[in-house]
């Protein structure tokens, strides 16, 4: 792998890792090492000073409860996060 986007270092992307990665429906090699991803991930799931801003709405394929980072529009459809992978792979 080339060296980590963030911090420079050298690293592996493991096999266990990289099913995983694939399994959550990633289509591309990451260009970040794991601690530099976590690290990411927590900064961008922080709570902001304008609060949460996610919004309930019903999935359109399963039916479920499922909470979104967006306002969902009028006549279009939202999935929750499961149903979004499974359409997007089938794609």
Do not use: I
């Not at 690290?39 to 499922?66: F, L, M, N, Y």
Request: with cysteine; glycine share 6%.
């Amino acid at each position: 792998m080339p060296p980590c986007r963030s911090c420079g270092e050298e690293w592996t992307f493991s096999v266990l890792e990289q099913a995983l990665f694939y399994e959550k429906g990633h289509r591309n090699d990451p260009s970040r090492c794991k601690p530099c991803r976590e690290e990411r991930k927590k900064r961008s799931t922080r709570q902001d000073d304008r609060g949460d801003t996610r919004h309930q709405v019903e999935c359109a394929e399963c039916g479920e409860e499922a909470h979104v980072p967006f306002v969902p529009r009028p006549g279009r459809p939202v999935y929750c996060r499961q149903c979004f992978l499974l359409l997007r792979r089938s794609g």
